[in-house]
């Protein structure tokens, strides 16, 4: 099953004099798009109320987050423009940057947690968002406001959870927020060269694998599978929250490894085989990706992720 809603996007179009941010606001549209083609579904395969209360959301979020933190992305748009690296966002209204970047991240959060829930029910599930795994405590970084990881985990009790973090970037965020919850286990493999520098929080990640700057398919492949093997034997997961990102692809603007898509699809292939055998309920996020040219081979990756997890009657 899908989650995703329109909320997810950026809606950047409505600004006049916008500044020029990285990432694609329509990504998630977009991925959204070519999975209904690709598996021919239509909306109704799709789960999520769009109707969502963020004020609700927000206050939820206490639970991950620090009040003082929360309260600035209501007041200060400073914090934005540090997460988003855009200097040009700390003078736009907050009201504005609230409705383009806090609201869908928030909604970004609830879709996880809802995937988590019915992939524990069902089987597996997939959000067509979230991953933002940078979001610190008291702080946003890298595209990340909310930690839509860090709150699904922490919100499902007291499950055995499995984070698989194959995104370029290290889960700083994560690891900081929920690495030293006694339930939740943490296999992350990154560019070491990449942002975050530095130790931080490295010590809360369980499986903690770092990777040379353009580390290409053989490698990047046998490493993850080796490391995979092993933190699935170990720790028998109740769930696996598989935070999928795309930008291990090579000439991807920020992940700088060297990864074919084919090497993409065998990577995702190989965790959802994984799940499947060993019977271990998955939910899967999208997390980093941002080169344009790869959206639809990506969605075929994840598409594929969902046909090998769809059980047959
Ligand atoms: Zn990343």
């Not at 490295?202 to 046998?222: H, M, N, Q, R």
Request: glycine share 8%; aromatic share 14%.
């Amino acid at each position: 099953m899908f989650f995703y809603s329109e909320n997810y996007n950026y809606p950047l179009h409505k600004w006049d004099g916008q500044p020029k941010i990285t990432i694609n606001p329509y990504r998630y549209q977009v991925v959204f798009e070519h999975i209904k083609a690709i598996l021919g579904i239509s909306i109704n395969d799709f789960l999520m109320d769009t109707n969502i209360d963020f004020n609700e959301i927000l206050l939820e979020m206490g639970s991950i987050h620090s009040k003082e933190y929360l309260d600035a992305l209501q007041e200060d748009a400073y914090y934005y423009a540090y997460c988003f690296g855009e200097f040009e966002l700390s003078k736009t209204p907050i009201g504005l940057l609230r409705k383009t970047f806090l609201y869908p991240q928030l909604a970004h959060a609830l879709g996880t947690y809802e995937a988590t829930r019915y992939a524990i029910d069902k089987g597996f599930a997939i959000s067509l968002g979230g991953g933002h795994h940078h979001a610190l405590r008291d702080l946003g970084e890298g595209f990340s406001l909310i930690n839509d990881i860090a709150f699904a985990a922490q919100k499902l009790g007291d499950k055995k959870i499995l984070i698989v973090d194959a995104d370029a970037h290290r889960g700083n965020g994560v690891a900081q927020i929920v690495g030293q919850l006694k339930n939740i286990f943490i296999y992350d493999l990154y560019n070491c060269e990449n942002y975050p520098t530095g130790d931080e929080y490295k010590e809360f990640i369980d499986y903690g694998v770092e990777l040379l700057p353009l580390t290409a398919d053989k490698e990047y492949l046998s490493i993850f599978k080796k490391y995979l093997n092993e933190s699935v034997d170990e720790v028998s997961p109740e769930l696996i929250i598989y935070n999928a990102g795309s930008d291990i692809l090579h000439g991807d603007s920020v992940g700088y490894l060297d990864v074919s898509l084919d090497g993409l699809r065998q990577r995702d292939e190989m965790v959802a085989q994984m799940c499947k055998n060993k019977n271990i309920p998955i939910a899967i996020v999208l997390s980093g990706g941002y080169k344009q040219e790869y959206f639809f081979e990506v969605s075929n990756s994840i598409a594929n992720m969902a046909k090998i997890l769809t059980p047959i009657h």
